[in-house]
């Protein structure tokens, strides 16, 4: 065996235990209950904010009809409620789990407990408007 061909070996191996870390890292963060409320509350954020601009920008330039005719945008618009309900969700037991476990400080578990209860309430915003149909 040459030294080029054990130097080779030696680097597909240093390769291997690197895809291999990271896709334990993946795993491990994809599982953990303090990410995944974390993920969940900025989703929560992100696609309440995206409905109510999208919802305007579309009422803006569809003109008077298109709630009647409800265009493929609005049709994607719509959705949207759904997974803000969904998100609200995840949110609030993320926020009921951080704060029976301890998973962030305190002012990161008011923060998301707050999140909580602005999602709680923009969902039955959405609920009394008729948007989201329970």
Do not use: C, K
């Not at 974390?38 to 009422?59: D, N, T």
């Not at 008077?64 to 959705?79: K, R, S």
């Amino acid at each position: 065996m040459t030294d080029q061909h054990a130097s080779q070996q030696r680097t597909d191996q240093h390769e291997s235990d690197d895809r291999t870390e990271f896709t334990n890292s993946v795993t491990r963060r994809l599982t953990s209950p303090a990410w995944l409320a974390r993920a969940a509350g900025v989703g929560l954020s992100s696609v309440s904010i995206g409905f109510v601009v999208l919802f305007m920008f579309i009422l803006e330039t569809s003109g008077d009809l298109t709630l009647f005719t409800q265009p493929l945008p609005m049709q994607i618009a719509l959705t949207l409620p759904y997974l803000v309900g969904a998100l609200t969700l995840g949110t609030t037991a993320g926020a009921l789990l951080a704060w029976r476990h301890h998973y962030w400080s305190l002012t990161t578990r008011i923060h998301q407990t707050v999140l909580a209860l602005l999602g709680l309430a923009f969902s039955w915003q959405l609920s009394t408007l008729g948007f989201l149909a329970l």
